[in-house]
């Protein structure tokens, strides 16, 4: 199995979603771009990816988002040494279709009361929705590093929820410190490196806004 040296998850820049909630209302969530600060970021990220990389070979993986599509477009990677797909598995959380901006911030507040993890939004998913259809990517990736080819570099497009929780069913952490966990800032970057261990660590946590609550033993 050629498991790759480093698989690295970078959310989206800016969105025009992210400076101001009420486009939501007159467009889809998916169609949503970057703004120029957006496009900013996601350039400074590009440059450090340059770094880390080097002239290695890179898989990459895209949310079908127009934002994660534009982000990976102002990394400006090689072309001849990425192999580039969407997946639809790392999309943002689905919140519903048009959105009501009072009614997301209600069901926001209902969320924050009943555990983003487990709250579902109307017409939407809950965070277990999106842990699923996750892991199921994982299970993909995992047998795509059965080909003795594969790249030692995967890079991940993604949003911030499907960022916490790719690492959450990686590192195999509890609900509770998933919910205490906050999502990275626009085109942060986490980075999964393998050791010589034979395991892989994280370069850095996520920002903690609060201690885990546990029910119990896997706290």
């Known amino acids: 199995m050629a498991r790759p040296r480093r698989i690295v998850l970078v959310r989206h820049g800016e969105s025009t979603g992210n400076a101001d909630d009420t486009v939501y209302e007159r467009e889809p969530d998916h169609a949503l771009g970057l703004t120029e600060l957006g496009w900013r970021q996601a350039e400074e990220t590009g440059k450090r990816l340059r770094e880390v990389f080097g002239r290695e070979r890179v898989s990459v993986y895209v949310s079908p988002y127009r934002r994660t599509h534009e982000t990976f477009r102002a990394f400006h990677l090689d072309p001849e040494l990425v192999r580039v797909r969407e997946e639809p598995r790392l999309r943002e959380q689905d919140w519903g279709n048009w959105q009501d901006r009072d009614d997301v911030q209600l069901q926001k507040s209902y969320r924050d009361a009943y555990g983003h993890f487990f709250y579902r939004f109307a017409q939407g998913e809950s965070g277990a929705d999106v842990y699923d259809r996750v892991g199921g990517f994982l299970e993909s990736l995992f047998r795509s590093f059965e080909d003795p080819d594969h ?7 993604t949003h911030g929820l499907a960022m916490r929780l790719f690492c959450m069913r990686w590192f195999h952490w509890s609900v509770a410190e998933f919910e205490s966990l906050s999502n990275p800032g626009n085109a942060e970057m986490r980075m999964l490196v393998l050791g010589d261990d034979g395991k ?7 920002e903690r806004w609060r201690d885990p609550e546990s029910y119990g033993v896997t706290g």
């Open 200 to 206: 892989y660590t994280l370069d850095r946590p996520f």
């Open 151 to 157: 790249p030692p570099n995967v890079l991940l497009v």
